[in-house]
């Protein structure tokens, strides 16, 4: 079965530059999703098809996948994007999500 | 706007069974894809099933397989999840996650926890 690494932490200065990996696979040629999940909060859809945004996502988030690894970019980071960010693929009708990295913001 | 809004938590004992239901506004069933994804408490987010339009057909995560049935009223729009023979393990927060244009789970409900406890 399909595997997704991810690191269990990241950390980030207020305003500047985080960014998550989930490794897989030739996980390139797949389309990668992310999601945030708040503490005692259900996910939401941050990224969707590697680098597209949702509606209502601010501009600050964006994706990219290439070889055997996606990034979920948070630029001038927030204190509210103090988070667990998993990343999700689909294959063979299979949901695949990555174990999640904690992103705190200092 | 989609929105889901899920049952509320249950407490059961092993070997029994649990449903617990999803309902939503915003769109319909027949135009959307509805999924279950659980949590265990401290853990990450595991597929458990759901509507593939591609396959026209309930897939199962293996794990579940034999344990889970996933049914919809399109008439109320609401879905349900019945998990049969829960063992402790099974205590975790269920979350409906819907399917609306591509395989990414759009929006999700508030989720439901799910306590198996003797």
């Known amino acids: 079965s399909y595997e997704l690494t991810q690191p269990p932490s990241v950390s980030v200065a207020l305003g500047q530059t985080a960014r998550v990996s989930c490794g897989g696979k030739?996980?390139?040629?797949?389309?990668v999703h992310w999601y945030q999940q708040k503490p005692g909060q259900a996910p939401v859809l941050v990224i969707y098809?590697?680098?597209n945004r949702p509606s209502g996502i601010p501009g600050r988030f964006s994706g990219s996948d290439s070889g055997n690894t996606a990034i979920l970019t948070i630029s001038r980071a927030q204190a509210e994007d103090e988070a667990v960010y998993y990343c999700?693929?689909?294959?063979?009708?299979?949901?695949?999500f990555g174990p999640g990295t904690t992103v705190t913001v200092l | 706007q989609v929105h889901l809004v899920q049952s509320g938590a249950e407490v059961k004992k092993p070997g029994a069974s649990v449903t617990v239901s999803c309902k939503v506004s915003?769109?319909?069933?027949?135009?959307?894809?509805m999924h279950w994804v659980r949590q265990v408490p401290g853990k990450g987010l595991e597929w458990v099933g759901g509507?593939?339009?591609?396959?026209?057909?309930?897939v199962y995560a293996p794990n579940f397989k034999g344990r889970v049935t996933m049914t919809e009223d399109t008439s109320t729009d609401t879905a349900y999840m019945e998990m049969r023979r829960l063992i402790s393990e099974d205590t975790a927060m269920y979350y409906c996650?819907?399917?609306?244009?591509?395989?990414?789970?759009?929006?999700w409900g508030q989720g439901t926890l799910v306590i198996v406890s003797s």
């Open positions: 098809r590697d680098d």
């Open positions: 999700q693929v689909w294959e063979s009708s299979n949901y695949v």
């Open positions: 996650a819907i399917r609306l244009l591509g395989q990414w789970f759009d929006s």
């Open positions: 030739n996980i390139g040629g797949r389309n």
């Open positions: 915003g769109t319909t069933l027949t135009r959307s894809s």
């Open positions: 509507f593939e339009p591609e396959d026209d057909e309930t």
